[in-house]
């Protein structure tokens, strides 16, 4: 059988994953599935066909060594999906400025890399007409560091000091109807789930409590997204477009989730099979 490994991290415990589900469909297509931890020394990267960026969920903490092993699969035999050149645009949530400028509508956000004051949060008020803002690292991954503010506090000044970060309003549709997750393999829609926050928290990410819905997504959400999809090349093996509907009732941009987002196969029964399909068909390419 051919090999493809499943890129992830030491251990998965108090996360919540469920790429097993697409071992035994790939198994069908004849691949053979291994798990391989992206801190793990000494991997022959030669051994696979392909390695696939499932669930490295701690790459955010050191993504300069993270990218040093994306550099070494990417040098090897291993097809790595997404490609290098995705991963490198969507690392940084910079990536916003270009859907931004490319007219793609995005929760409006401002870009930092200054020192966070109280007389800058309250410029952030004004600037944005909002009593909340959300303040998290450009480089970030489970909502780790991201904090919902109403007033200055000097954790900010210290969890920020050499992070460049992100300010958004904070928006109340996260809390009223949740945040949609589009997922698309290999550039074909698959499946649709909705994500709201538990009782008095505003993070969807079921590590929070997030409460987790499967959805059939009407059309202006699909157009949303597919604009979104759209803008992306090349094509990736799998994408995730995070969307929350904004006060005059229009989608925007969250983020793209293009590096390892979860992909809710539970969601979706046939989720799973697709996704195997979209890949075998990829490297058959």
């Not at 969601?267 to 996704?275: I, W």
Request: with cysteine; charged share 30%.
């Amino acid at each position: 059988m051919k090999k493809v490994c499943f890129l992830s991290m030491d251990s998965l415990e108090n996360y919540v994953a469920d790429d097993e589900l697409a071992i035994a469909p790939l198994g069908e297509l004849g691949w053979q599935v291994e798990t391989v931890s992206w801190r793990k020394a000494d991997v022959d990267w030669n051994d696979f066909h392909a390695v696939i960026i499932r669930t490295p969920w701690d790459y955010q903490r050191d993504p300069e060594s993270f990218l040093n092993v994306l550099e070494s699969i990417n040098s090897s035999n291993a097809r790595l999906e997404n490609p290098l050149e995705i991963v490198h645009w969507n690392l940084n949530k910079n990536y916003l400025k270009d859907l931004d400028n490319a007219g793609i509508p995005i929760v409006p956000t401002e870009f930092s890399n200054l020192q966070i004051t109280e007389n800058a949060i309250d410029d952030w008020f004004d600037k944005f007409k909002t009593g909340e803002l959300i303040i998290k690292p450009a480089v970030s991954a489970t909502a780790e560091f991201t904090y919902r503010v109403k007033e200055f506090f000097p954790e900010l000044e210290k969890v920020f000091r050499s992070r460049d970060y992100l300010v958004q309003p904070f928006i109340s549709q996260i809390i009223n109807e949740g945040e949609y997750s589009l997922f698309y393999f290999d550039g074909s829609y698959s499946h649709t789930i909705l994500k709201a926050p538990k009782a008095d928290d505003f993070r969807v990410q079921e590590e929070h409590g997030g409460i987790i819905t499967a959805v059939k997504p009407d059309e202006s959400l699909l157009a949303s997204a597919q604009k979104a999809l759209d803008f992306i090349s090349p094509v990736p093996l799998y994408a995730r477009i995070d969307l929350v509907r904004d006060q005059r009732g229009r989608f925007c941009i969250m983020e793209l989730e293009l590096i390892e987002p979860a992909l809710y196969f539970r969601m979706d029964e046939g989720s799973a099979s697709r996704f195997a399909r979209a890949f075998d068909d990829r490297m058959m390419r």
